[in-house]
T-cell receptor, first 112, second 114 residues
């Protein structure tokens, strides 16, 4: 079993839809939870991160962490065609610069 | 412009040849990383370095080697011992000033070995 599980998709939604992307994990010691966006043939870029449980909002993006369920989510409101990309969740223990554990990524397509 | 550069963008090699992938950063970051990305596998850590002249193996170091002679540079050599070298290789760097050590990624090098 992988430490971090993520549905690979592809997920296709119409423009303006609310998108929900999710990851589950098995290591209860993870403390930092991150979402990266990766456009085709490019390097990932960090969208947002949360520490421990709770919600964090940044514009159209909201990240949620439920440590009791070992479940994290990224919500995208009013999705745009420019949101079409692969979204990778990643998580780490506190104070370990070296160790990000990534999900496999979910490919999102936002159609006109 | 500050950032991470990787070269070349595409690389083709014959089986049995060693190949070196370049990674340079001008972000003044202490830590640098190499990942490999395969379809359906996500990113897997190959090697990382937190200081010049020191580096540690990641989860899949076999068949790879690195050096860190300068803070700005962290080249990765894919040796002939790597059984499945064809992949997308990503270099990243991060500051070590505070958690969560946000990692910035380069544009990647796509290596094809035939």
């Amino acid at each position: 079993q992988k430490e971090v599980e993520q549905d690979p998709g592809p997920l296709s939604v119409p423009e303006g839809a609310i998108v929900s992307l999710n990851c589950t994990y098995s290591n209860s010691a993870f403390q930092y939870f991150m979402w990266y966006r990766q456009y085709s043939r490019k390097g990932p870029e960090l969208l947002m991160y949360t520490y421990s449980s709770g919600n964090k909002e940044d514009g159209r993006f909201t990240a949620q962490v439920d440590k009791s369920s070992k479940y994290i989510s990224l919500f995208i409101r009013d999705s745009q065609p420019s949101d079409s990309a692969t979204y990778l969740c990643a998580m780490s223990l506190t104070g370990t610069a070296s160790k990000l554990t990534f999900g496999t990524g979910t490919r999102l397509q936002v159609t006109l | 412009d500050g950032g991470i550069t990787q070269s070349p963008k595409y690389l083709f090699r014959k089986e049995g040849q060693n190949v070196t992938l370049s990674c340079e950063q001008n972000l003044n970051h202490d830590a640098m990383y190499w990942y490999r990305q395969d379809p359906g596998q996500g990113l897997r850590l190959i090697y990382y370095s937190q200081i010049v002249n020191d580096f540690q193996k990641g989860d899949i170091a076999e068949g790879y080697s690195v050096s860190r002679e300068k803070k700005e540079s962290f080249p990765l050599t894919v040796t002939s011992a790597q059984k499945n070298p064809t992949a997308f290789y990503l270099c990243a760097s991060s500051s070590l000033d505070s958690d969560p050590y946000e990692q910035y990624f380069g544009p990647g090098t796509r290596l094809t070995v035939t």
